[in-house]
T-cell receptor, first 112, second 113 residues
């Protein structure tokens, strides 16, 4: 049973527009959420995170929104750039224990 | 040398072979992890080591055997694998008690024939 779900395996967006990547989770004990970005032939790299006590965190073009009642978070990229084309993983952790639970990833393609 | 380094980058092995994957981190972190990434599936946590001690074995078959001789090095010994074990094996490290930001290596692409 997957605790972190990314239901869209892929997303295609035009350059300059907004990219919205979604993630749902089932464990209400998760208290920290992270997004990772992965290029081919490289390991995932940390992008942005949010604590469960917040509903929004922004870093440049990247914003993560958390809706605890819906157990849903999303990553917004504005404006999208071709270099953003990658696989994006949502991850969650609970209780101060260093054990990240990942979703299956969403492949984002930003085309000119 | 910085970050998390994994060797080899690619490995092809037969089902009767024994091989080892190596991971080394130069970040001073005290926790290290092995993850498995199969196509279209979530990253699956395999093993967790905190201060060289294994704290998590996520129901991994015994044909995968981890070893952590010190907090900077992590190995994954492979023996009599199956074709379905073909995947990308990722090592990561973190500072326990930190902000949960893992640093990943580039992975070893394993093919079992």
């Amino acid at each position: 049973d997957q605790q972190v779900k990314q239901n869209s395996p892929s997303l295609s967006v035009q350059e300059g527009r907004i990219s919205i990547l979604n993630c749902d989770y089932t464990n209400s004990m998760f208290d920290y959420f992270l997004w990772y970005k992965k290029y081919p032939a490289e390991g995932p790299t940390f992008l942005i995170s949010i604590s469960s006590i917040k509903d929004k965190n922004e870093d440049g073009r990247f914003t993560v929104f958390l809706n605890k009642s819906a157990k849903h978070l999303s990553l917004h990229i504005v404006p999208s750039q071709p270099g953003d084309s990658a696989v994006y993983f949502c991850a969650a952790v609970s209780g101060g224990y260093n054990k990240l639970i990942f979703g299956a990833g969403t492949r984002l393609a930003v085309h000119p | 040398e910085t970050g998390v380094t994994q060797t080899p980058r690619h490995l092809v092995m037969g089902m009767t072979n024994k091989k080892s994957l190596k991971c080394e981190q130069h970040l001073g972190h005290n926790a290290m992890y092995w993850y498995k990434q199969s196509a279209k599936k979530p990253l699956e946590l395999m093993f967790v080591y905190n201060f060289k001690e294994q704290t998590e074995n996520n129901s991994v078959p015994s044909r995968f055997s981890p070893e952590c001789p010190n907090s900077s090095h992590l190995f994954l010994h492979l023996h009599t694998l199956q074709p379905e074990d073909s995947a990308l094996y990722l090592c990561a490290s973190s500072q326990d008690g930190g902000n949960y930001g893992y640093t990943f290596g580039s992975g070893t692409r394993l093919t079992v024939v």
